[in-house]
């Protein structure tokens, strides 16, 4: 043994370039899968933190009647799933905390709801009408010659509009309402009637306005208590927690930034977290010069809310900010915009500085309002308000799209719109209505006897005033809305209904948030995340129980209940890794067997010489595989080295996410791969193997070499 | 042929060998008989393409004979397993090469040791002390740690000499050892070969140099692939070759 390995180095030695560049590769392919095995496995600690601590809890519990998969982090999918619905959340709550295992059941419901974004005009009127319901009458003056100053652009965009028209029928009644509001009479009137000009201007000229787009809000209907309780990576960011036992809305921060916020502000942002995040320039980067272009194009977004007073005290702003005598704000605004690398941050500071506070930095804000439009099962359209009550965010994972994905909302609300306490099947649907008498309701009717939390028919007042809204109480359908919105719920009766899923968390897991320590992201533990198998035992105890208890429901592992997308990703993940390992293994695999087997032919003498001595074939195959374990050996053994290194630095300074979907898999800002002995094993076995089985064949060759080779004379 | 078989340490009878050659065959060696006793010094001499090293192949047990037997040391060869003829290598026969066939990545002490790591029934000490006693025997102690491509021809050839006799086979084989040599390192390695000769290992080896035949005891001549003259005693035809070949 002795001498074969000394020939296996000699030769090594000897073949140094050959020897350089497979143990090159071999290094390389070792270090790649002690650092790779170490980054899939934080990858997947991330991914179970991102899934499990956001949204999903350890198990999700569903309907066993549920028609589509739990995909928590479907996102792409425009329709929620049909997942039947849990009729007593609190029967099945009790079931379940007999379980040992379980610690925390939390009620959900998920939906989504598209909401149009309130027109300028909108949004000014609903300050115009918060300031006459406060009384405060010193901001009225600003606040109305705003909105004639809107009304005035919008009836120049009607006229645009009117020549590409077809039905010029419609625009010319909504001109003639235009041109009432924009009358000098209709604003000397106001004061004597506001609320009432207010309901004329809101249901005549808003819908003229032109929308800011719509949104679809996604939400979770749960207990807010309980939620922001269990649901580890959970923080209040701005506002406060809907209070126990009240309605409500709140944001998620990731959803609030990206969708709800100023476009101008969003882009400036975007700017910069690139910039910082990436290192990417304004100079070189397309995509951040298409933010710059957006900017300059849409300054009328800052403009149109703005407020003459507010405008002028801008425009003076921007002059000395950028040493100009331009007397047109969008044009002074557009060379603001027009931001490079060298002013980027200075002009970001003064935008959030001078601008922001005089603008609606987001279109909701906490305080406002929402009228949520949602459809129940059997298709009919229901509307909620909802107040918003306050912005969270996920620890780690404010900026990851998917993490972002869903708002929070008091479970009352969500029953109310989507019909979750109601029937839902056609039978079910028939009986009640054979019971109320109700033989047939006209889809229009249905749309007002449903709207809103009000099953009463609203019935219809006098309006003197604005004879064309006649037929409707609008200040009191106002009202009921506004009494539903702030109804107060206990949380016998929150727990009493239906909801659709129910979040489990299991004890034994410890915390896997990375704690609310001001560094965010320690270094995540391996064992503080629940392994799959001990998962999976305590899954069926759950299934146990409720089958016991004569539930019919599917409990799915956190892994299953979020979606293949995210599944989908940490497979691809892996896949990659492996791939590219298999590529260098497979590169080095030829490398070695090629030039094994040159050598083999080169040594074709050497090798019948020492069998004309009396070698048997063994020997010579085992002469090869010492060569061939060396190598392993050596290169193995560095690159597990540089591995194992490589690892624990990584592991101790992370690795930051830089992209989006990064902090997701993460589970964080950073990455911080773990060195586990295992994967020292794993990554020395594989390159034994490699360098033995690539070794095989120029050995096998070798030994073939018959004696008499020795005796061709070569000299 | 011999007078009584028990000392033969080599024994060939009526050994044919042909080689496929396209659609031909070569008949290399067409019906020889050959009988070496223990402790012979000889030489196989006879024009190129005779059949020297087909005959030494075959006594060498590195090569099977088409017929005849080829008898080694009391075993016929041809009965034997490949790894069995390995091992007769090993345990009986030492070779000379013509183009020495070191190992070019160990020393000179490594190449000699070498064919004694083969071997189990050998240990270190007894490995070491045989080593250096014919590394001494070859004059090559001063040389011990360097490797064959630091070495002149005729110092490679004198380590493969001490690496054939190390293992104390009872046949020495070596096909032209002299060939790649002048004449007077030449003259030096077979005054060696003979030196060890005298301790009773039998030494075969072919040449067609006249100068290398008349250095040997017995001298058999072989001319297209049969044997010409088995060279006992003071041969006249010795002389003959001898003229033939130059
Ligand atoms: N492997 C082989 N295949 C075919 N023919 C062979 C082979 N080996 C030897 N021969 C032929 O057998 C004959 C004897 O060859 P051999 O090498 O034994 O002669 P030799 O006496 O050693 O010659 P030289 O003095 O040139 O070494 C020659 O005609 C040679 O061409
Ligand atoms: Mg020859």
Redesign the interface.
């Known amino acids: 043994m002795?001498?074969l390995l000394?020939?296996a180095l000699?030769?090594l030695r000897?073949h140094w370039v050959r020897t350089l560049i497979v143990g090159f590769l071999l290094t390389v392919g070792t270090w790649l899968v002690v650092v790779g095995q170490g980054a899939i496995d934080a990858i997947h600690a991330g991914m179970q933190r991102s899934v499990v601590d956001t949204l999903s809890g350890h198990l999700q519990i569903t309907s066993g009647a549920a028609k589509d998969d739990l995909e928590l982090y479907q996102s792409a999918a425009i329709a929620v799933p049909d997942l039947g619905k849990i009729a007593d959340f609190g029967k099945v709550k009790s079931v379940l905390q007999s379980v040992p295992e379980v610690d925390a059941v939390i009620p959900m419901g998920l939906g989504r709801s598209i909401v149009w974004g309130a027109s300028s005009i909108e949004t000014k009127l609903a300050e115009l009408r918060r300031s006459i319901n406060d009384g405060t009458s010193d901001k009225r003056p600003a606040l109305i010659a705003h909105v004639r100053a809107i009304l005035k652009s919008m009836t120049g965009d009607l006229d645009k509009l009117q020549k590409v028209a077809s039905d010029t029928k419609e625009t010319d009644a909504q001109k003639a309402d235009l041109a009432r509001a924009n009358s000098d009479a209709f604003w000397q009137e106001f004061d004597k009637a506001p609320l009432d000009a207010l309901e004329f201007l809101e249901n005549r000229i808003s819908p003229l306005g032109v929308q800011s787009g719509f949104y679809f809000f996604n939400y979770v209907g749960t207990d807010p208590g309980a939620f922001a309780k269990n649901f580890k990576l959970f923080r209040m960011q701005s506002g406060e927690m809907i209070p126990e036992g009240q309605r409500g809305f709140m944001f998620n921060s990731n959803y609030y930034e990206r969708f709800v916020k100023h476009r101008t502000a969003r882009r400036l942002d975007e700017i910069k977290e690139a910039r910082e995040l990436t290192g990417a320039t304004i100079a070189l980067d397309e995509n951040l010069k298409r933010m710059v272009e957006h900017n300059k194009a849409q300054v009328s977004q800052i403009t149109e809310q703005l407020d003459p007073v507010k405008a002028d005290e801008v425009k003076v702003l921007l002059q000395k900010e950028l040493g100009s005598t331009e007397g047109e704000l969008s044009k002074l605004l557009v060379s603001f915009l027009a931001v490079d690398d060298d002013n980027f941050q200075r002009r970001y500071d003064f935008f959030y500085k001078e601008i922001a506070p005089r603008i609606r930095l987001y279109a909701y804000m906490v305080g406002d309002t929402i009228s949520l439009y949602g459809q129940t099962k059997s298709g009919y359209p229901r509307a909620v308000n909802v107040k918003v009550w306050g912005v969270f965010r996920y620890e780690g994972l404010e900026k990851s799209g998917l993490a972002g994905v869903y708002n929070v909302m008091d479970l009352m609300s969500f029953r109310d719109l989507t019909g979750l306490s109601e029937p839902v099947s056609a039978e079910e649907l028939a009986s009640i209505k054979a019971q109320a008498k109700i033989t047939d309701i006209p889809r229009e009717k249905a749309e007002d006897e449903l709207f809103g939390a009000g099953t009463e028919v609203v019935t219809a007042a006098d309006n003197k005033t604005f004879d064309d809204l006649a037929g409707r109480d609008l200040a009191g359908m106002r009202k009921l809305a506004e009494a539903a919105q702030n109804a107060k719920f206990s949380q016998a009766d929150l727990e009493a209904g239906p909801v659709v899923n129910i979040a489990v968390f299991l004890k034994g897991a410890q915390a896997s948030a990375p704690g609310t320590s001001a560094a965010g992201d320690a270094p995540l533990a391996k064992a503080t995340l629940i392994d799959a198998e001990q998962l999976e035992v305590s899954r069926l105890k759950v299934v146990d129980a409720l089958k016991k208890a004569g539930f019919d429901m599917k409990v799915l592992p956190w892994s299953s209940a979020q979606g293949p997308l995210v599944g989908g990703l940490a497979a691809g993940i892996s896949i990659f890794f492996y791939v590219i390992v298999g590529l260098i293994f497979f590169v080095a695999f030829i490398v070695i067997l090629n030039s094994l087997l040159m050598a083999t032919m080169e040594r074709t003498?050497?090798i019948g010489?020492?069998?004309?001595?009396?070698?048997?074939?063994g020997?010579v195959i085992r002469m090869f595989a010492i060569e061939g374990a060396a190598m392993a050996v050596i290169f193995g053994g560095l690159g597990l080295g540089l591995g194992a290194l490589t690892v624990i630095g990584l592991g101790a300074s992370g690795v930051p996410a830089t992209s989006e979907i990064l902090f997701f898999i993460f589970g964080g800002r950073e990455l911080h791969p773990l060195l586990d002995v295992g994967h020292l094993a794993v990554a020395f076995s594989v390159i034994v193997v490699v360098t033995l089985v690539s070794t095989l064949i120029p050995a096998i060759a070798a030994a073939r070499i018959?004696?008499?080779a020795?005796?061709n004379?070569?000299? | 042929m011999g007078n009584g078989a028990g000392d033969a340490v080599v024994v060939l009878e009526a050994v044919t060998k042909d080689y496929p050659l396209g659609k031909t065959t070569v008949h290399a060696v067409r019906g020889v008989d050959i009988r070496l006793e223990r402790g012979e010094f000889a030489v196989l001499a006879g024009p190129s393409g005779s059949g020297k090293t087909t005959v030494l192949n075959l006594i060498g047990c590195v090569d099977v004979a088409t017929s005849g037997k080829v008898i080694i040391a009391g075993r016929d060869t041809k009965l034997l397993k490949e790894s069995e003829r390995t091992r007769l290598r090993l345990e009986t026969l030492g070779f000379i090469f013509q183009s020495f066939n070191l190992i070019p990545v160990l020393d000179l002490y490594q190449n000699v040791e070498f064919p004694l790591l083969l071997r189990k029934d050998i240990d270190k000490a007894e490995r070491k002390r045989r080593v250096l006693e014919l590394v001494e025997r070859v004059g090559l102690t001063g040389q011990m740690k360097q490797r064959p491509g630091e070495l002149s021809g005729g110092q490679r050839q004198r380590v493969a000499i001490a690496r054939a006799l190390v293992t104390r086979p009872a046949i020495v084989l070596a096909d032209e050892p002299t060939a790649n040599l002048d004449s007077a390192t030449g003259q030096s390695i077979l005054e060696l070969m003979r030196q060890m000769n005298r301790d009773g290992t039998t030494f075969l080896f072919s040449t067609h140099d006249p100068v290398v035949m008349a250095a040997a005891r017995r001298v058999i001549r072989i001319a297209d692939g049969k044997i010409a003259d088995q060279g006992f005693g003071a041969n006249p035809s010795a002389g003959a070759a001898a003229a033939h070949a130059h």
Do not use: S
């Not at chain 1, 010489?609 to 074939?617: K, S, W, Y």
């Open positions: 002795g001498i000394r020939i000699r030769n000897l003498q050497e010489t020492i069998r004309a001595m009396g070698a048997q074939r020997y018959p004696p008499i020795a005796m004379a070569k000299e």
